[in-house]
C-alpha cells in the first residue's frame, strides 16, 4: 500500500516542488488581499496556515506509513479548503463556495462538495449516523460518494463502520480531489506547473 501510494502521490502536483511552491505563491497574494498586507509582510511563511511545500513533504512521508492514512486525509483536506476558498475569503461551510468554484461544471462541483464532506466526516469524527445534521459526519460523505463516485465502491463500508475512514482508500481519494482541484485553480489563477502533465477526470477510480 505504501507503494501505491508513493506512485500516485509522485503523479499528482502535490509530487513537484516547483508545482508546490508555484501554488503557494498564489495563495500567498491572494491571503493578501485579504489581511492587507504589502512588502515584507508577503510570504507563504507569514500569511499561508497551511503551505503546499510542507504540506506535499508531510504527506510524502506520511503516506509510506499504512497507519497514518487519517493524517495523509486531513492534511489533503485543509489543503483543499485553502484551494477552494483563498480567492474569496470565505470557509468551506455552505454550497456557496462550492458553486461559486464550480461555475455551472458538474464535475467541478462533484470533487469540491466530495472535499467538502470529507473534510466535515475527518474534522468532526464523533457524529453518530443517527444524530448527525445536515451534511456532517461520516454517513453524509459516504451517501455523496455512493451517489456521485459509483466507482468508488469502498464507500458502502463506510455507512456501517466508521473507523473505516482511516483507511488508505480515504486518503487517495482525497488526494484525487486535490490534484483535480489544484489544476483546474491553477488553470483559473494561470499558475503554472512546469513540465507536468494534468489529470484524467477525477472519477476515474485509478486516476490521480
Known sequence: MADSWSKKFTQTWLGSLDACCAMDAKLTQLMAVHWGRRGRGVSPQLLL??????????LAELGRRPD???SCTLLLVLLGE????AEHGGILRDDDMVKRFAGGVAERRQAAEALRRLRNAA??????????????GIVAFADFLIANFKEDTWAQGLRTQPGFLADRAVSLFALRMVNSIGWWQADHWSVRFAGL????????AGST
Open 123 to 136: 474534522c468532526h469524527p464523533a457524529a453518530a449516523a443517527t444524530s448527525a445534521k445536515g451534511e456532517v
Open 82 to 85: 485553502l484551494l477552494l476558498c
Open 197 to 204: 502533465k494534468p489529470p484524467g477526470h477525477p472519477h476515474a
Open 49 to 58: 496556515p497551511t503551505r503546499c511545500e510542507v504540506t506535499a513533504a508531510s
Open 68 to 70: 497514518a492514512a487519517m
